[in-house]
């Protein structure tokens, strides 16, 4: 019994959608989905940023009711 998926080329992954593809754009089968996996990182930074300000702002109300 013949694998079909043996037969394709030397293929990557898209690591976003998980297509696979034949060289292209490094990691990615497109800019779209590079695009929007970069999209999607810096929001997940810009909720780890908030997490961590959120965090410091609630220490430095500790440290100053503290010292009230
Ligand atoms: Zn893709």
Same mark, same amino acid.
């Given at each position: 019994?013949?694998?079909?998926? =043996?037969?394709?080329?030397?293929? %990557?992954?898209?690591?976003?959608?998980?297509?696979?593809?034949?060289? /292209?754009?490094?990691?990615?089968?497109?800019?779209?989905?590079?695009?929007?996996?970069? =999209?999607?990182?810096?929001?997940? %930074?810009?909720?780890?940023?908030?997490?961590?300000?959120?965090?410091? /702002?609630?220490?430095?109300?500790?440290?100053?009711?503290?010292?009230?």
């Amino acid at each position: 019994m013949a694998e079909p998926t =043996e037969r394709i080329p030397q293929h %990557k992954h898209c690591i976003y959608c998980g297509k696979a593809f034949i060289d /292209g754009n490094g990691r990615y089968c497109s800019d779209k989905c590079k695009d929007t996996k970069k =999209e999607e990182l810096t929001k997940s %930074k810009n909720k780890l940023l908030l997490i961590w300000l959120a965090a410091v /702002g609630v220490m430095v109300i500790a440290i100053v009711i503290g010292r009230l």
